[in-house]
């Protein structure tokens, strides 16, 4: 590590622990949400501290960081429960390079500002996993689209204003394939069906939202007709790394916790962390931590080097799949360190026991990963993915 990417650590770190941390009860008896003035004086701190909108050009007034210290703020991100950390906001990496001038302006400079928040729309009913399977389409009405269709786990929905919505094209030369475009939410058509109720308890829900009929102009078009599904790779990409440090600092955290615990917890007259079989799971526990960290920065530093993409696409995947699963065999061991308390909510371990379950489902599924990496290890050997 450099000094500055000790300095950026240490800035996050920092603002995890003072301003974050402390919230997190009260969150998590008020439904994931605090104050207002709270959640503001987040926002604004991030955004002063640099942290907001890190993974943008600083020329677009982001924070232009590496992709090596992105990695480092997420991971202390990764170490506060509720999604207190999400004011650290990180948009779409992938647009300034693929939208329009008008675009640029109109959304992506304002987000990275922190005035305007999207939401993706691309999960389905019928297609989770298979991206493919949307039936969600957009179709050319002389100089504007009409997008047809039902979202599903539109996460934060309702806290953002604008929404990446993928569809298919229907008619016309380019039928069937994939596209991405601008709505807003405030465009006729666009509907919030429900909210449903889910496992963590974050402010940020998921939501199942109506698109009928809604007619943008063609200017929302996102590159052109076909592209979209490479802009939702390359979201993936992003998102599958940053999950993986997420895990990191997770675990981080839990290691942390339950050890200070088992140091001071005495039942038949000594410290529980003498009995072998509480040491055992959090020696097992670091250890795990150690390697998926040590994955985790590697890849980011490989991301840094430019390695090529398919690689890089399947060693995504292997840190989302290994960091995600460590986190939660970490996070059950810790419930298990602190007895009943671990299974109360006030206590980290029962939360983060909750909230790392997602992390092997969303942005693609374990199974998902390792079809990725089996299928990138027949093509490309393991000296290259393991090398
Ligand atoms: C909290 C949350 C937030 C989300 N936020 C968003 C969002 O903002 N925007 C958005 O568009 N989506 C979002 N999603 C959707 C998420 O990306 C999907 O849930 C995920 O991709 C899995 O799809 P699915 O739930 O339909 O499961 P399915 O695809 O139906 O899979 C069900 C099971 O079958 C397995 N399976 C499927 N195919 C295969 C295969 N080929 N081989 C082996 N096993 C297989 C899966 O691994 C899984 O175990 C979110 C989901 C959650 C839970």
Redesign the pocket.
């Given at each position: 590590m450099s000094d500055a990417d000790r300095e950026i650590q240490e800035r996050a770190r920092r603002f995890v622990d003072d301003e974050l941390i402390p919230h997190e009860v009260e969150a998590e008896m008020q439904g994931g949400r605090l104050p207002d003035d709270v959640r503001e004086k987040h926002h604004r701190m991030a955004i002063d501290l640099g942290l907001w909108a890190m993974n943008m050009p600083k020329e677009l007034g982001g924070g232009g960081l590496s992709m090596f210290q992105q990695v480092l703020v997420s991971e202390q991100i990764g170490r506060v429960t509720n999604a207190l950390g999400w004011c650290v906001h990180t948009p779409a990496a992938w647009a300034p390079a693929v939208v329009s001038a008008e675009q640029l302006e109109r959304w992506i400079v304002p987000t990275i500002r922190g005035d305007r928040h999207e939401?993706?729309?691309?999960?389905e009913e019928g297609?989770?996993?298979?991206?493919d399977a949307i039936e969600a389409t957009a179709r050319r009405d002389g100089d504007v689209y009409v997008l047809n269709g039902t979202?599903?786990?539109?996460?934060?929905f309702s806290s953002a204003d604008y929404v990446f919505f993928?569809a298919k094209i229907d008619g016309g030369p380019n039928a069937g394939s994939h596209a991405m475009f601008f709505v807003d939410e405030d465009t006729p058509g666009v509907r919030l069906v429900r909210e449903p109720a889910?496992t963590?308890t974050f402010a940020d829900t998921?939501a199942v939202v109506a698109f009928d009929d809604v007619r943008v102009p063609m200017t929302n078009l996102i590159g052109e007709e076909g592209d979209g599904l490479g802009f939702t790779y390359e979201w993936f990409r992003y998102e599958r790394l940053m999950i993986a440090a997420r895990c990191c600092g997770a675990a981080e955290r839990l290691v942390d916790e339950a050890t200070a615990f088992a140091k001071e917890r005495v039942q038949f007259g000594s410290p529980i962390i003498e009995n072998q079989a509480i040491a055992h799971m959090l020696a097992d526990s670091v250890t795990e931590l150690w390697a998926a960290r040590l994955m985790t920065y590697e890849l980011a530093k490989n991301v840094d080097r430019g390695v090529d993409l398919k690689v890089q696409h399947a060693q995504c995947s292997m840190v989302k799949l290994y960091a995600s699963e460590m986190a939660g065999r970490v996070a059950d061991r810790a419930v298990q360190i602190f007895g009943g308390r671990g299974y109360m909510r006030e206590n980290v371990a029962e939360r983060f026991w909750r909230e790392v379950r997602?992390d092997r489902?969303?942005?693609?599924?374990?199974?998902?990963q390792?079809?990725i990496v089996a299928d990138q290890l027949a093509k490309r050997g393991v000296r290259t993915l393991a090398g």
């Open positions: 939401c993706y729309a691309i999960t297609a989770g996993s298979d991206v979202k599903m786990h539109v996460t934060s993928q889910y963590h998921h997602v489902i969303w942005e693609g599924t374990s199974e998902i390792r079809n």
